[in-house]
């Protein structure tokens, strides 16, 4: 960045618009008295770019002049691309704006809202932030000394800072603390190997124990088998009895359905018979019903004669009458029709007459009729160009709709993209939150993780107290039986005066009775001292239970809080995902406001209406329509307007003549062909002829009444004639239907007594299998007993292998603890190395040792040139935590605060200098400017002309070199100089070549 320009208003001590130029020279300096604004100028550069005061960053109010509202600093300044321009306002709020100046034309970058995306573009075009900027090309009032007169641990810090070194130490910080967290982790898995060993040591080999069960088992099965055979046997019997008795309670079954079927039948005849009675009944009374019948068709048919005649007498009176008034219609129309043809004749000839006075004035009117025409005929020519022209300006105000309207959208669209990428930046302040966020459930996540282990632990705790407990439950339950049976067997042996041995089933005598007791007596106290002793553990394994669970729940709890911070994690990290997509989105809508700003400025859209715009008025141009000739050929049309509306008339009024004469000869022959025609001749010949029809027809009205009446009292014999019919075609199926019924009575006595009989014969074979029960419970009480006892081998059996999977748990189980352990030491001893070479001895020391080098031998170069003493300087790194300075000469090397002012500023000089190219050359920001406030005032005029000597020397490496002083013997000791005044009206500046 090489600056060109500087306007500044309002800015510290400069009132009115100030214009600097800062290209009129490569090395000048500015000159004035203190206080008079010198350094407000490399302020004011500063500010603009960065917003940077003497009080700080963002610090903007703080440079604005007293008893102003605003402050405003613009600067031209160049980079590789181009010529650059920023502008800074402050008033109510602050805004920045950034300028591209191509051919002494400034073109506005296009940015969204906001003074940050400003300065992170303009960071972004010259490469550096202020800090940087700042420590490498600028050396402010008072800061030449910045290094050297540090302590040495704060000369240290400060070097780390610059580098970047600190980030090692927390590196180093983190690597120690993965190390301690692994070393925890390892430490546990190895109590708990030990633990898992200890438990494997003592659990006992069941292995033989196991097969001899095995074979316990298998004997007890084979016997169990046999038994079950002979079971299946007698159950094969039991079905067959159950079979028999299945058959019986259906014949039961069928007889009573037989019964139920015979009661019906009866029924059923009984029903029959009582028809057929009435049926015959019906039939007795067959010659007064057809004598009857007969009598009531005859009146039916005279009846039916009657109607008929009575429907065609009706509709000759109706027709009568119809004609009747037809015939009167006809007389009053043809009255009527005469009476308007007579009117229209009259009316045509007065029609005719009107005609003839008006045909007088024809021949006077056709002259101004032509006129009239010929005028006509020019408007609407000029009408269809005035048409065409305005056709082409509706198109041309269109065109100019649409050209606005697109540039609306675009304005439109440059709007929603504005709003857009603010609510993106509102999003994208929350990343750095989210960021650490991540960070801390991460840690939450690692520390939760170390719990699993002891989880694990109680697991297998807990898993084992069932085991032992559920041994001791099936234990106690043996026992119980055991009890329980011995109690039994005390009780016959001393209830009982059978003389059968309840152990062995031989016979019992008195001593054998008492050896018997005793042995049982003995038996069962050891089975009560189990049980209670069994009790005893129970309790104490419940208790153990209860304790882990409580533990092993607390523990789960803790360890469940994992799948939430890993549940949150994912969440974070998906934020964090969003949150960079949307910032990949916000440059995309960046680039695509300047395109949309670019198209605006050039006029680059609507191109399409443009040509359309044109073309139109070109088109309105050659149509060379005249609005005044337009005018004059309307006031013509106007004037001969109601002669040519005359002439027309009188024309059409010739031809209305011929054809209202046409029109009267019409009607006067219509009118005596009305007159001559003859009404109702057909109609009376009609009505006379209706009027014999109905004579002839005789039809008497009182007869048919009496016909009716005398129908109604026989007409009951057409239901009785229905009946008979009946009666007699049901007699002969009534009948059958009783012979049918009576044959299936007897055909279900016959099946009744049958049943009966194969009743009686099934009880008799059932008597054959009354043992059979009693055998098949003998059979199922030994198999239940051997199944108790196979169960009880089972239940020893499966401890045994419970035992012995324990075993192979705890087996397992150290094994892979072996591997934790081994992996973990690994882990840590990998964290220890990177902790080590983190370390302040290790890549901290020398990465430190090779920038001390560089920055060493630039400073002694940089003496050279400004000093004849043979100054040289060292930085000597002292333990972990400290930096000195050294200064040799030809008398030795001596303490920095020794030396004289003048010899101080040297050697400041010579270090800041060789800081600042150092930083620059790591930054990757090139040193093109160079910037000295002040700092001269302590050296001599020999001290003064070997540093304007060192700084003419090293101007090669600079494209701009400005030195800030108030000290008149350097005025004239640059090629060039802006020289600052200040007067109540505030500062002045003046180039002086």
Not at 17 to 45: H, Q, R, T, Y
Not at 187 to 215: C, G, H, T, V
Not at 437 to 452: P, R, Y
């Amino acid at each position: 960045m090489v600056p060109v320009r500087l306007k500044i208003e309002n800015f510290r001590s400069f009132s009115e618009p100030v214009e600097i130029p800062l290209d009129f020279s490569n090395l000048f300096c500015i000159v004035g008295e203190n206080g008079a604004g010198k350094s407000s100028i490399i302020e004011a550069m500063l500010w603009s770019l960065f917003g940077a005061s003497r009080e700080g960053l963002k610090k903007a109010k703080t440079v604005m002049r007293k008893g102003k509202d605003y402050v405003e600093v613009e600067f031209d300044f160049i980079l590789q691309d181009g010529l650059y321009r920023v502008r800074r306002r402050c008033d109510s709020k602050t805004r920045v704006w950034v300028f591209k100046i191509e051919n002494g034309i400034p073109r506005e970058l296009i940015l969204k809202e906001g003074v940050q995306s400003a300065e992170k573009l303009i960071q972004s075009f010259i490469g550096t932030d202020y800090r940087n900027l700042a420590a490498t090309s600028i050396f402010m009032q008072n800061e030449a000394n910045m290094f050297s007169k540090l302590s040495p641990s704060a000369r240290r810090k400060l070097m780390a800072e610059l580098f970047d070194i600190e980030i090692f130490e927390k590196i180093r910080e983190i690597a120690s603390q993965k190390a301690r967290e692994k070393k925890s982790a390892r430490n546990y898995i190895e109590n708990q190997l030990d633990d898992s060993k200890d438990r494997f040591r003592k659990l006992p080999d069941p292995s033989e124990d196991i097969a001899k069960l095995i074979k316990e088992i298998e004997s007890n099965s084979q016997r169990i088998k046999d038994l079950s055979a002979e079971e299946i046997k007698l159950e094969k019997e039991l079905s067959r009895l159950e079979t028999l008795k299945e058959t019986i309670l259906e014949k039961k079954s069928k007889i009573v359905k037989i019964q139920h079927e015979i009661e019906e039948i009866f029924n059923d005849i009984k029903k029959n018979k009582n028809n057929l009675s009435k049926l015959m009944e019906i039939k007795s009374k067959e010659k007064e019903i057809s004598k009857g019948f007969e009598h009531y068709n005859m009146l039916y048919n005279k009846e039916k004669e009657l109607s008929d005649k009575s429907f065609q007498h009706d509709r000759l009176q109706t027709e009568f009458r119809n004609n009747e008034k037809q015939l009167l219609k006809l007389i009053r129309e043809k009255d009527h029709t005469i009476s308007i043809l007579t009117g229209r004749k009259e009316s045509l000839n007065n029609g005719i007459r009107e005609i003839n006075k008006k045909l007088e004035n024809l021949e006077l009117l056709a002259e101004d009729a032509r006129r009239y025409d010929a005028s006509l005929k020019m408007v609407k020519e000029l009408e269809g160009k005035e048409e065409q022209a305005q056709k082409f300006r509706d198109k041309i105000s269109q065109a100019k709709a649409n050209i606005d309207a697109e540039k609306t959208i675009i304005l439109s669209n440059i709007s929603q993209l504005d709003k857009e990428n603010k609510a993106l930046k509102v999003e994208l302040e929350s990343k750095t939150k989210f960021q650490k966020q991540l960070f801390s459930v991460q840690k939450e996540i690692e520390e939760a993780e170390s719990i699993d282990s002891q989880v694990e632990e109680i697991s297998e705790n807990i898993a084992s107290v069932n085991v032992k407990f559920e041994s001791l439950k099936s234990a106690l339950k043996t026992l119980h039986t055991g009890y329980k049976k011995v109690s039994e067997q005390l009780q016959y042996l001393t209830e009982s005066r059978e003389s059968k041995c309840p152990l062995c089933g031989s016979m019992l005598d008195s001593k054998h009775r008492e050896k018997v007791k005793t042995k049982l007596d003995k038996e069962f106290n050891e089975i009560a001292n189990d049980i209670k002793h069994n009790n005893e553990h129970g309790v104490n394994l419940l208790a153990k239970k209860e304790n882990l669970t409580k533990k092993f729940k607390y523990l789960k709890e803790k360890s469940r809080q994992i799948d939430k911070l890993r549940i949150e994690l994912t969440k974070i990290q998906n934020e964090i995902t969003r949150l960079e997509q949307l910032q990949e989105k916000s440059l995309d809508n960046s680039k695509k406001i300047k395109l949309l700003r670019d198209n605006l400025m050039w006029n680059k859209y609507a191109q399409k209406w443009r040509n359309q715009l044109n073309a139109n008025k070109k088109s309105i141009d050659k149509l060379g329509f005249d609005s005044d000739a337009l005018s004059d050929a309307r006031k013509l049309v106007h004037k001969f307007e109601p002669q040519a509306r005359e002439f027309h008339a009188l024309q059409k009024s010739s031809e209305r003549k011929d054809n209202l004469k046409k029109q009267l000869n019409d009607i006067k022959q219509e009118l005596d062909k009305v007159k001559r025609t003859l009404i109702g001749e057909e109609i009376s010949a009609l009505m006379k002829s209706i009027k014999e029809q109905i004579i002839q027809l005789d039809y008497d009205r009182r007869e048919h009444s009496e016909t009716r009446r005398e129908m109604s009292k026989y007409e009951h014999y057409k239901q009785l004639e229905f009946k008979l019919e009946q009666a007699k075609s049901q007699i002969p199926q009534v009948e059958e239907r009783i012979e049918k019924l009576n044959t299936r009575k007897e055909n279900n006595d016959n099946e009744l007594n049958a049943t009966i009989k194969d009743i009686e014969e099934l009880q008799h074979r059932i008597a054959k299998y009354k043992n059979i029960a009693v055998r098949l419970d003998e059979y199922r009480e030994q198999i239940n007993n051997l199944n108790s006892i196979r169960l009880e081998l089972e239940r020893k059996r499966n401890d045994k292998e419970k035992i012995l999977s324990l075993r192979d748990e705890l087996q397992n189980s150290i094994k892979k603890d072996s591997e934790k352990i081994n992996l973990f030491l690994s882990i840590e001893r990998k964290y220890n190395t990177l902790a080590e070479i983190s370390g302040p001895l290790g890549i901290q020391n020398w990465l430190l040792t090779q920038y001390l080098g560089a920055i060493e031998d630039n400073a002694n170069e940089i003496l050279d040139l400004i000093t004849r003493e043979g100054l040289t300087v060292r930085l000597l790194p002292e333990g972990q935590e400290k930096l000195s300075v050294r200064i040799s000469d030809h008398l030795g090397e001596r303490a920095y605060e020794s030396y004289s002012g003048g010899e101080e500023f040297r050697i400041d000089f010579a270090l800041r200098l060789a800081l600042s190219r150092i930083l620059a050359q790591r930054s990757g920001f090139p040193l093109r400017n160079l910037v000295i406030d002040e700092g001269f005032g302590s050296q001599d005029s020999d001290g003064l002309e070997k540093l304007v000597s060192a700084i003419n020397d090293v101007s090669n490496e600079f494209d701009r070199i400005i030195v800030i002083t108030h000290l008149a013997e350097l005025r004239d000791s640059f090629p060039a100089r802006l020289e600052v005044t200040k007067d109540a009206m505030g500062s002045k500046v003046r180039v002086v070549s």
